[in-house]
C-alpha cells in the first residue's frame, strides 16, 4: 500500500482528535502576548519588523512545547489501546512511522500558514503597516517550517520509542529552555547548532538598543540561512537514525520478565503510598534538571555580561530565577501532577483507587507529594545559586532577603501545585494540563505587568521568587490570595472525584 | 433482622439518553455466592459499579452492608468489600507484592494479609516481578488477590477468569466456592461462563438490556432436564 494511502488511513484515525486545536490556541495566545506588548504603541512605520524580531522569539518559547506535545499525541493514540501489535502485523515500523510523520508534515504545514496569516491579522490589530515584501514572510515560513520539521523528527521518535508522554515533553522543554537561554548568549556557531533556538537564529531583523536615549531601533540583516542548512542536516541525521532504530524496534519492550531480585519475606516499604506509586518513575527528574540547566546558563549569562549586570549576587539571582519562575517552574509541576494522576486515569485503575480511599485523602495525597517535590526543587535552586555565587566569587554580602523569598517561593509555589492537582484530575488528557500551565504562566507574567499580581496562582510565584524587582509583597493580600486559591482547588478537586462517575479504560 | 446483605430499589442509570441499567431489583441473601448473568452490553459491570458507588445512579437506590450507598459513607462501606470490577486495575512498574502492598496500605491491613493473598492465587513466586511483564492470567490473579485480601464481608466479582487457563479455572472455581465457608463472606460473580456459575452459585440474577429479568435459587430455575444454558439462551432470546 502507497505512503497516500496510508496517510489517508492516518486521516481517519485523528477524527476527532482534534490536534489542530493546540495550534489554533498557541496562535491566539501568540497574538494576545503581542497586543498584550504593544497595542498602545504609536503607529510606527518599521512596526513591521517589530513583529519579525518578536514572533521568532515568542515562538522560541511557544512552539517547542506545542511540537512535542502534538507529536506525542500523535503517537500516544497507538500506545493507548496497544495498536502496535496488530498494526505490525500488516503494515512495518517504517510505514507508520513515516506515515505519521507525513501527516505532522502537513499539519506543520498548517501551523505556519496560521502563523503567516497572524502576522496580517497582527498588524490589523495594532494599526502596523501591512505592506511589507511578501518575500520575507515567506523567508520566515519557509525558516519556521525547517526548524519545527527537525523538532517534530526529534519529538516522533520519541515519542514511538516511549510509551510515556512526558518523555517527549520534558524533551521539548529543556530544548525550548536552552534554546530560548542560548539565545541571550552571544552570536557564535553552537547557538546555531542547537535545532530549538533555530526559530530565532534564523531571523533576519535585528535590533539596535541605545542604552542612553533607551531608544530602540529595528533593521533589516542579511537572512542567515547557516542554522536552516544545520537544521536540514539535523533532519537527515534523525531520519537516519530512525531508520535504524526501527529495524532493530520490536512490539515489545525487551522481555525483563524476571527482575532476578527476589526477597525472601514480604516486607513493607515505609515510604508514603504516593511516593511509593512514583517508584522507577522519571517524573521527578525536570525538577532537578532544569533547575541546573537554569543556573549554569544564567551563570554563563552573568559572566559574559558584567558590563550590564553590576548588582553582584542580586543579578546572578536574576539570572538564575527569571526565567525559571516565569515559564518552566509551572510547565515542571504540570508534568509531575500530569504523571501522577495518569496511572489512575490508566486502564481499571479508578476503580481499584475509589474503592479503597477517601476522595479527600486521595486529593490530599497527590498534592502534598507535589508541594513537597516543588519545594525540594526550590531549595535546589538556592543551593545551585549559592555553589554558582561561591564558585565564580561574587564579591559583597548575600542578598538580606534570599530566605525570605526562598520560604515565600515555596508557599506561593503551593497554590500552582493545587491548580495543577485540579486540573489534572479533571482534563484526562496528558498534553493538554501542560500547555495550560504554559499559557497560565504567561498570563501570569501579564497580570503583572498589569499590575494585579495576586490574581492568579502563577502570578503569586513570580512574585514571590522576583521580590525587590516587582516590589515588596503585600501580606494581607497574599496571604488572602493563595489561601483562597488552594482552599477553593482543593475543595472542587475532592467535590469533582466523589460527585462524578468513575470512568475507566478511556 | 435482614437477611439480604445487598438491596437495590428501582435501580436506573443512563447512558445518554437511554437506560443501561433500568428498575433493577437486586436482592442477595447473606454468606451465598450469586451469580449474575448477562449477555454482552446487558448492564452487568454498570450494575455492579453502581453497587460499589463507583458511579451514582440516576434514580433508585442501593442497600450495602445495612447502609444506604451515597458519596459520603462510599469509603466507610468499601472498606468492608474486595472487587475486581473490568479488567484489574494495577501500577505496571511496581512489583506485584508492592501493587498489594498499596491496598493493604489503604485498607489497614498487614504483611500476612499480603502473603496469604500471594500464596492463595500462587503468585508468591513472582511477586518481585513487575507486573507490567506479567501475563494475563497472572494480572488477573493479582486482581483477584486484591479483591480477597483482608477477607472482606462482600466480595464482588467481574468475570474473574477472564484470561485463566483451565487449570486456572478450576482453580480459581474451587477456591470461590470455599469463600462463604472460610471467609464467612457473600460473593457476587458476574460470567459468561454458564456452566461454570452452574457448578458454584446458589443463586442467580439474570439481567437482559438493563432490565432483570430472574431472580432466585439456581435449582428453581433449571426445571427438569433443562440446562442453566438452555434456560439462559431461552430467557435472553431475541435480544
Known amino acids: 500500500m502507497g505512503i497516500i494511502e496510508n496517510l489517508f488511513i492516518e486521516l481517519k484515525k485523528q477524527k476527532r482528535r482534534h490536534n489542530l486545536l493546540i495550534f489554533v490556541a498557541v496562535i491566539i495566545a501568540e497574538i494576545a502576548f503581542l497586543y498584550g506588548n504593544y497595542h498602545n504603541k504609536e503607529a510606527v512605520s518599521d512596526g513591521w519588523m517589530i513583529l519579525f524580531y518578536n514572533i521568532p522569539i515568542i515562538n522560541c518559547v511557544f512552539f517547542p512545547v506545542t511540537i512535542a506535545g502534538f507529536a506525542s499525541r500523535l503517537m500516544d493514540l497507538e500506545h493507548k489501546g496497544d495498536m502496535l501489535k496488530c498494526l505490525y502485523t500488516f503494515s512495518t515500523p517504517q510505514k507508520i512511522f513515516f506515515t505519521k510523520y507525513l501527516y505532522g508534515a502537513l499539519a506543520t504545514v498548517v501551523l505556519v500558514a496560521m502563523q503567516c496569516g497572524s502576522f496580517i491579522l497582527s498588524c490589523r490589530i495594532l494599526g502596523f503597516d501591512s505592506n511589507f515584501p511578501a518575500k520575507y514572510l515567506l523567508i520566515h515560513g519557509i525558516s519556521t517550517f525547517m526548524t519545527c520539521m527537525t523538532l517534530l523528527s526529534i519529538h516522533l521518535l520519541l515519542a514511538f520509542l516511549y510509551r510515556n508522554q512526558a518523555v ?22 553552537i547557538q546555531k547548532l542547537i535545532p530549538w533556538a533555530t526559530f530565532v537564529t534564523s531571523g533576519f531583523v535585528s535590533m539596535d538598543w541605545n542604552r542612553e536615549t533607551r531608544e530602540i531601533k529595528y533593521y533589516l540583516d542579511k537572512p542567515d540561512y547557516t542554522s536552516v542548512i544545520f537544521c536540514l542536516g539535523w533532519i537527515v541525521l534523525l531520519t537516519c537514525l530512525t531508520l535504524m532504530l526501527l529495524k532493530k524496534s520490536g512490539v515489545e519492550e525487551s522481555e525483563k520478565a524476571n527482575s532476578g531480585i527476589k526477597t525472601e519475606n514480604v516486607l513493607m516499604h515505609k515510604r508514603p503510598i504516593e511516593i511509593l506509586k512514583l517508584k522507577g518513575s522519571p517524573a521527578w527528574i525536570a525538577f532537578f534538571i532544569v533547575p541546573a540547566i537554569s543556573a549554569a546558563i544564567g551563570t554563563v549569562n552573568y559572566m559574559g555580561n558584567l558590563s550590564i549586570l553590576k548588582e553582584g549576587w542580586y543579578s546572578l539571582w536574576t539570572q538564575h530565577t527569571l526565567f525559571l519562575s516565569y515559564f518552566f517552574m509551572p510547565v515542571i509541576i504540570a508534568i509531575f501532577t500530569g504523571c501522577i494522576w495518569r496511572v489512575e486515569h490508566s486502564g481499571t485503575n479508578m476503580n481499584l483507587l475509589i474503592t479503597h480511599q477517601k476522595p479527600s485523602m486521595i486529593v490530599l495525597g497527590k498534592y502534598v507529594a507535589t508541594c513537597f517535590i516543588t519545594s525540594v526543587s526550590l531549595i535546589w535552586v538556592i543551593i545551585l545559586y549559592l555553589i554558582a555565587g561561591f564558585v565564580i566569587h561574587i564579591d559583597g554580602e548575600l542578598p538580606s532577603g534570599l530566605m525570605h523569598w526562598l520560604v515565600m517561593g515555596i508557599l506561593s509555589s503551593w497554590v500552582i501545585c493545587a491548580f495543577q492537582v485540579l486540573v489534572s484530575l479533571i482534563i484526562r488528557n496528558f498534553v493538554l494540563p501542560i500547555i495550560l500551565a504554559f499559557l497560565c504562566g504567561i498570563s501570569g507574567v501579564a497580570c503583572i505587568a498589569y499590575d494585579t499580581p495576586y490574581s492568579t496562582p502563577f502570578s503569586l510565584f513570580d512574585l514571590a521568587m522576583n521580590q525587590r524587582e516587582l516590589g515588596a509583597i503585600n501580606m494581607g493580600s497574599f496571604a488572602l490570595s493563595s489561601i483562597t486559591f488552594i482552599v477553593a482547588s482543593i475543595m472542587i478537586a475532592i467535590m469533582y472525584l466523589s460527585r462524578t462517575d468513575v470512568r475507566s479504560n478511556e | 433482622m435482614k437477611n439480604y446483605i445487598i438491596e437495590t430499589y428501582d435501580l436506573c442509570k443512563k447512558g445518554g ?223
Open chain 1, 168 to 189: 517527549s515533553i520534558s524533551v521539548g522543554i529543556l530544548g525550548g529552555f536552552m534554546g530560548f537561554f542560548s539565545i541571550v548568549l552571544p552570536k557564535s556557531i
Open chain 2, 17 to 239: 439518553r437511554k437506560y443501561r441499567v433500568k428498575n433493577v431489583n437486586l436482592a442477595v441473601p447473606k454468606r451465598c455466592i450469586y451469580g449474575f448473568l448477562g449477555p454482552n452490553g446487558a448492564g452487568k459491570t454498570t450494575t455492579m459499579k453502581l453497587l460499589l458507588g463507583l458511579i451514582q445512579p440516576d434514580g433508585g437506590a442501593v442497600e450495602i452492608l445495612g447502609q444506604k450507598m451515597s458519596p459520603k459513607n462510599r469509603f466507610d462501606i468499601n472498606m468492608r468489600t474486595g472487587s475486581l470490577i473490568e479488567s484489574p486495575g494495577f501500577y505496571g512498574h511496581l512489583t506485584g507484592q508492592e501493587n498489594l502492598e498499596i491496598i493493604a496500605r489503604y485498607k489497614n491491613l498487614g504483611t500476612s494479609d499480603i502473603k496469604e493473598a500471594l500464596d492463595t492465587v500462587q503468585l508468591y513466586d513472582r511477586k518481585d516481578d513487575k507486573v507490567k511483564n506479567y501475563s494475563l492470567g497472572m494480572k488477573q490473579r493479582l486482581g483477584i488477590a486484591m479483591a480477597l485480601m483482608g477477607k472482606p464481608e462482600l466480595i464482588i466479582l467481574d468475570e474473574p477468569t477472564n484470561g485463566l487457563d483451565p487449570a486456572g479455572i478450576n482453580e480459581i472455581r474451587n477456591l470461590i466456592k470455599s469463600i462463604p465457608e472460610k471467609y464467612d463472606s457473600t460473593v457476587i460473580i458476574s460470567s459468561h461462563l454458564l456452566s461454570e456459575v452452574e457448578q458454584i452459585a446458589d443463586y442467580v440474577g439474570i439481567i437482559n438490556k438493563g432490565q432483570m429479568i430472574y431472580q432466585g435459587l439456581l435449582s428453581e430455575l433449571e426445571i427438569g432436564d433443562a440446562s442453566l444454558e438452555e434456560v439462559f439462551l431461552e430467557m435472553t432470546k431475541g435480544a
